[in-house]
C-alpha cells in the first residue's frame, strides 16, 4: 500500500478508534468516520466496504499486538518455574490492558455476535495456542504433545472467558477472578 494510503487508513482507523471508545461499536457510523476522518464517504468505501470491516481490522491489529506479548512473554521459557512467572505475568498484563482499553472491550464483547470476528477469534486463540504449548513442551520435553496442544488450547479459551467476566465486574472482583484463574490454569501449565 503507498505510504499516502496507508496514511489514509490509520486515520480512519485513529478516527474509528475514538469514536468507539465515545460512544461503543453500535453507535459507529460509516459517514460520521468519514466526515471526522475528513475524507468522503466514497473515499472511506475505498478502504473498508463497511463497518463491520472497520471492527474486524480494529480487531486484527488488537490481536496481533496481544499475540506479539504473548509470544515475548513466553520466549525463552525452559522450565517449569519459568513458565509460572511468564504466565502470571502474561495474565496480569493481559488484564490491565482490557481494563484500558474500552474500544478492545467494546470489540470483544461483539465478537460471538459477528461469525467473522469469531472465526478471527478462534484463529487467534490457536496461534496463541500454539505459543503457550511450545513454553510447555520446553518446560516440560516429556509432555505428550497432542494432550498439550489440547491443554493449551483450554487454557487459552478459559482465560478469554475469565477476562470477558472480570471486565464486566467491579475491579476487586475482577482481579479475584482472573487470580482464581490463574491458579486453576497453573496447576494444569505446571502438571
Partial sequence: ???????????????????????GSDQLRMSDVAARAGISIGSLYQYFPDKAAIVRTLAEHYNEAGRDCICQGLDGVSSPSELEQAFTELIDEYYAM????????????????????????????????????AAMLRAKPA?????????????????????????????????RLVDDYKRMALRELLD
Avoid: Y
Fill in 1 to 23: 500500500m503507498q505510504k499516502r494510503a496507508q496514511e489514509r487508513v490509520e486515520r480512519i482507523l485513529a478516527v474509528a478508534t475514538q469514536m468507539i471508545a465515545e460512544a
Fill in 143 to 175: 509432555r505428550d504433545p497432542d494432550a498439550t496442544a489440547s491443554t493449551a488450547l483450554l487454557i487459552i479459551h478459559l482465560g478469554e472467558a475469565t477476562m470477558r467476566l472480570a471486565i464486566q465486574m467491579p475491579e476487586a472482583e475482577g482481579r
Fill in 98 to 133: 482490557f481494563l484500558s482499553e474500552p474500544v478492545m472491550r467494546d470489540i470483544w464483547s461483539g465478537t460471538q455476535a459477528d461469525k467473522a470476528l469469531c472465526d478471527l477469534d478462534l484463529e487467534d486463540a490457536r496461534a496463541n495456542a500454539q505459543e503457550l504449548a
